[in-house]
Structure formats: C-alpha cells, structure tokens
C-alpha cells in the first residue's frame, strides 16, 4: 500500500466486482462454446448445415499459372470426396474461366450455363423437398478472386471451421458485451458502494465529535454494514470501558481533594500560628499552594459536569479580591504588589470560583519564579483579559508551549507538582478563553488571561 495514496475499500471492491464479472462473462461464453463443439461432433447441432460444400470448395479454390482456376487438395475436400463419390460442382468466375467436377445431376444441368446474373440461390428438386435443399448457387470471395459455385449439399458444419470464427465472435459480441459490463460495473459499483457505507460515514463523523469533555457518546450501529458491526460494537465497548475509567479516576481526584482540605487547613492554622520569620513565610507559602491545588481539582470536577451553572463575571471584582488575598503573601517575599484596571467593572460569562482560583494560581506562579524583587502587577483591561506580570527571569520563547503540560517544570527541582498552569488552562479552556505567555516590558514573564466576546452584554436566567 502506497504511503501518499492509501488503498480505497470502496475502490477495492469495484475493482474486484469488475474483474470477477468480467471472468464470470467469458468462462460461461466458454462453456456455452464448448458445449456446442460437444454437440457438433455428436451430430445433435447444425446437422443439415447446408453450407458445408461450398465453404470447402471456396477455401480450396486457386489460379493455376495460366490464370484459371484449380483446385488445391485441402483436408476439408479430400473428406469430401471420400465420402461423397457422387460430389458435383461447377465453378466459374466473370472472365469466362470454370471448373467443373462430378456429374452435374440432369434436372439442374439446363441451367447450370444461365446463372449469369443470379446472387444466390436454393434449388430444390421439388416445393415439397425437406431442407435442406438439393444445391446451391453463390457468388463467393476466394483466394482466385469472386467466383460463382454450383454444388450440392453434402456434409456437416466442421467443428474447426466453427472455431475459426470464434475470435471474430470474441472481438465483435464477446468483447464489447465483457467491456460495457466493466464500465456499468465501474458507473454503477461506487454508487452502490457509497450508499452501503453510508453508516460507515455517519459512524465515523459521530466518532470525530468523541472528546473528554463529551462522554457517553456511542457510534451508532442503525445503516452499519453487517460485516463491520463486531468492530463498531467493539469500539463502543472501549469507549463504556473508558468512560468507566475517567469517572473512576475523576472520583478518586474529587475524594483525595475533599479528603486533603482537612489537613491543609490544620497546617494552616499551625503555621499562622508560628513566630514571624522566612521558616514562616516558606511553610505558609507552601501551605498556600496545596489549598490552591485542591480547591482546583474541586472546581474543575464540578465544571465538568457542564456550563449551566455560568453567570456574571467581574474580573475586575475577582482580581481585586485575589490581590487582597495573595497581597501579605507577596509582601512577606519581599515583593511589591501592583493592580491596575482600565474600567470599574469588565464582565464575562463564568464561574466565579474557579476564576478566583485560576487567577491565585498564576500570580503564586509569579511569587515562585519571581526571583522575589521587583513587582507582581495584575492589570484587567477593558477588552476582557486579565495579566499577572513579573521582574523576573522571564519564560524562553522555546519553552512556552511546554510549560502548559502537566508535571512539566521549567527548572528542575522547582517548587510545585507542575499541574498549576495546566490547571488553569483547564479551566479557561472551560470558559472557552486561553492562556498567551508573553514577556514583560522589564523582561520578566507576562501571562494573559482571555476571555472571549468581552465588553458584549450578556443575559442569564435567574
């Protein structure tokens, strides 16, 4: 199979279709051509072929080297004259040659020298005589040119001679019908083909729209073809078995999650707790990033069971309220906090939870590879995108699309599992937004929030 050109089904079973009719068509033409060579040797065909002497006189006729007419001893007239003593002809063509043989029988003698202008004839002794008939005149093409034969009747059909015409028979009947059959198998076979595969297609078109976001979707099986049923049954046993499995494992996240907020909270307030000082500042920090992270795997079970729940927005609100929070954070990491906004109020369509937590994400993001100088900024801005800027390090242009993967890390041994960015993305994805990575005019890292249609008013039932 050709790695540009892959091999068509549907044109694998035209092509075979095609090809079987074709040798279907000429081995019964075979058949039905050896039955009647069957039958010509047992005398139960053509048995009173009236034509037999004149085709053996004409094939056998020549020019001597005077210019008139001879007669060459073919196998044909020698059998004839074996075993018909009685054998009778006249042979003349228009320039006055004849040859004649045998007694010409009396009642056709007085006018066997007055065919001049007669074609063709059938004589008969009488109206009454059976076929066929007692002799024949015919103008006939030769190897000595046109000539006239008068002759009887003798003999049967020759089974060579019946196969001599065979190849004209193949080229004018056999071939043309074996010819239009392949191209009305090759008009009409595809026709066919793509209506059979009709469910096929629908089956494949159901298939591109399966996603994980999408789950119990099933290939239907109602225009399959019968063949192809077991493995379209199949795949939709895999795709139960996977449903089954992302549930399972979208339970153990939402459990593990709920189950870790008891002890994240207790080390929280052990660690308020503690005497001011950087052991502090590291463990709240870190304590901080595990309430994130569950929080996460909370809001993103929750939204994947669907957008009913979106209402109104204020981006500004939700980032107001983050750099509140995160604020003593930042400070305690020796980091300056800046927020800026270009409207009062800039409106999307979202939950609100798990923007709130999307958004602490990336500015711990910032606290973490912020180098700890300089400021963290979060500005909103009036088309709908929210930046959390930093003077750091910056993020290289070749590592920008990876740092979205999970448990992916920019630098070794850094702080964190790796899940927070694709979290986020997770989530913004569920806002049907996305995350750009830029860089900072002081040439830390830059990342963009975007939100679609912003600034459009929007409705919601209440």
Same mark, same amino acid.
């Given at each position: 199979?050709?790695?540009?050109?892959?091999?068509?089904?549907?044109?694998?079973?035209?092509?075979?279709?095609?090809?079987?009719?074709?040798?279907m068509?000429? &081995?019964?033409?075979?058949?039905?051509?050896? +039955?009647?060579?069957?039958?010509?040797?047992?005398?139960?065909?053509?048995?009173?072929?009236?034509?037999?002497?004149?085709?053996?006189?004409?094939?056998?006729?020549?020019?001597?080297?005077?210019?008139?007419?001879?007669?060459?001893?073919?196998?044909?007239?020698?059998?004839?004259?074996?075993?018909?003593?009685?054998?009778?002809?006249v042979?003349?063509? %228009?320039?006055?040659?004849?040859?004649?043989?045998?007694?010409?029988?009396?009642?056709?003698?007085?006018?066997?020298?007055?065919?001049?202008?007669?074609?063709?004839?059938?004589?008969?002794?009488?109206? +009454?005589?059976?076929?066929?008939?007692?002799? *024949?005149?015919?103008?006939?093409d030769?190897?000595?040119?046109?000539?006239?034969?008068?002759?009887?009747?003798?003999?049967? /059909?020759?089974?060579?001679?019946?196969?001599?015409?065979?190849?004209?028979?193949?080229?004018?009947?056999? /071939?043309?019908?074996?010819?239009?059959?392949?191209?009305?198998?090759?008009?009409?076979?595809?026709?066919?083909?793509?209506?059979?595969?009709?469910?096929?297609?629908?089956?494949?078109?159901q298939?591109?729209?399966?996603?994980?976001?999408?789950?119990?979707?099933?290939?239907? &099986?109602?225009?399959?073809?019968?063949?192809?049923?077991?493995?379209?049954?199949?795949?939709?046993?895999?795709?139960?078995?996977?449903?089954?499995?992302?549930?399972?494992?979208?339970?153990f996240?939402?459990?593990?999650?709920?189950? &870790?907020?008891?002890?994240?909270?207790?080390?929280?307030?052990?660690?308020?707790?503690?005497?001011?000082?950087?052991?502090?500042?590291?463990?709240?920090e870190?304590?901080?990033? *595990?309430?994130?992270?569950?929080?996460?795997l909370?809001d993103?079970?929750?939204?994947?069971?669907?957008?009913?729940?979106f209402? %109104?927005?204020?981006?500004?609100?939700?980032?107001?309220?983050?750099?509140?929070?995160?604020?003593?954070?930042?400070?305690? %990491?020796?980091?300056?906090?800046?927020?800026?906004?270009?409207?009062?109020?800039?409106?999307?369509?979202?939950?609100?939870?798990?923007?709130?937590?999307?958004?602490?994400?990336?500015?711990?993001?910032?606290?973490?590879?912020?180098?700890?100088?300089?400021?963290?900024?979060?500005?909103?801005?009036?088309?709908?995108?929210?930046?959390?800027?930093?003077?750091?390090?910056?993020?290289?242009?070749?590592?920008?699309?990876?740092?979205?993967?999970?448990?992916?890390? &920019?630098?070794?041994?850094?702080?964190?599992?790796?899940?927070?960015?694709?979290?986020?993305?997770?989530?913004?994805?569920?806002?049907?937004?996305?995350?750009?990575?830029?860089?900072?005019p002081?040439?830390?890292?830059?990342?963009?929030?975007?939100?679609?249609?912003?600034?459009?008013?929007?409705?919601?039932?209440?």
């Open positions: 199979m050709s790695a540009l050109r892959p091999r068509s089904l549907a044109w694998r079973l035209v092509g075979r279709l095609a090809g079987l009719q074709a040798i068509l000429t &081995l019964l033409i075979l058949l039905i051509g050896l +039955a009647a060579i069957v039958l010509l040797q047992a005398g139960l065909l053509l048995d009173d072929y009236e034509g037999s002497t004149l085709d053996a006189l004409r094939d056998a006729i020549a020019r001597d080297v005077a210019g008139g007419l001879s007669l060459r001893q073919t196998p044909e007239l020698s059998a004839l004259r074996s075993e018909h003593a009685d054998l009778w002809f042979i003349r063509d %228009a320039d006055g040659h004849k040859l004649a043989e045998g007694a010409v029988p009396p009642q056709f003698a007085p006018i066997a020298s007055a065919l001049d202008h007669v074609s063709d004839a059938r004589l008969r002794w009488n109206a +009454a005589e059976a076929s066929p008939p007692s002799a *024949l005149v015919k103008w006939v030769s190897a000595a040119g046109r000539v006239q034969i008068l002759t009887g009747t003798y003999g049967q /059909l020759s089974v060579w001679r019946a196969l001599a015409g065979t190849p004209v028979l193949f080229l004018n009947v056999i /071939l043309p019908i074996i010819v239009l059959m392949t191209l009305a198998t090759l008009v009409a076979t595809p026709f066919v083909v793509r209506r059979t595969m009709k469910g096929l297609g629908q089956a494949a078109a298939a591109e729209r399966i996603d994980i976001d999408r789950r119990g979707v099933q290939l239907p &099986l109602d225009e399959v073809p019968i063949e192809i049923i077991p493995l379209v049954k199949a795949i939709n046993d895999a795709l139960v078995r996977l449903d089954k499995g992302y549930e399972r494992h979208r339970r996240l939402a459990d593990a999650a709920h189950e &870790l907020r008891t002890p994240i909270a207790i080390l929280s307030t052990r660690v308020s707790s503690l005497e001011a000082g950087p052991e502090k500042t590291l463990l709240f870190d304590a901080t990033r *595990l309430s994130v992270m569950a929080g996460q909370l993103l079970q929750r939204l994947d069971q669907g957008t009913d729940a209402a %109104a927005v204020d981006l500004v609100g939700v980032a107001r309220r983050v750099v509140l929070d995160l604020a003593p954070l930042a400070f305690a %990491a020796s980091y300056e906090m800046s927020f800026e906004h270009e409207d009062e109020t800039v409106v999307v369509a979202g939950d609100q939870t798990s923007l709130e937590r999307a958004l602490t994400n990336l500015v711990q993001n910032a606290l973490d590879h912020g180098r700890r100088r300089g400021t963290i900024l979060v500005r909103v801005t009036n088309d709908g995108r929210i930046e959390i800027c930093d003077d750091g390090d910056g993020i290289p242009i070749e590592e920008r699309e990876q740092i979205f993967e999970p448990f992916h890390r &920019l630098h070794q041994g850094g702080r964190g599992a790796g899940l927070g960015l694709d979290l986020v993305q997770n989530i913004m994805r569920l806002h049907g937004g996305h995350i750009e990575v830029d860089q900072a002081s040439g830390g890292a830059c990342m963009r929030m975007v939100f679609p249609a912003a600034g459009v008013p929007l409705t919601f039932a209440t």
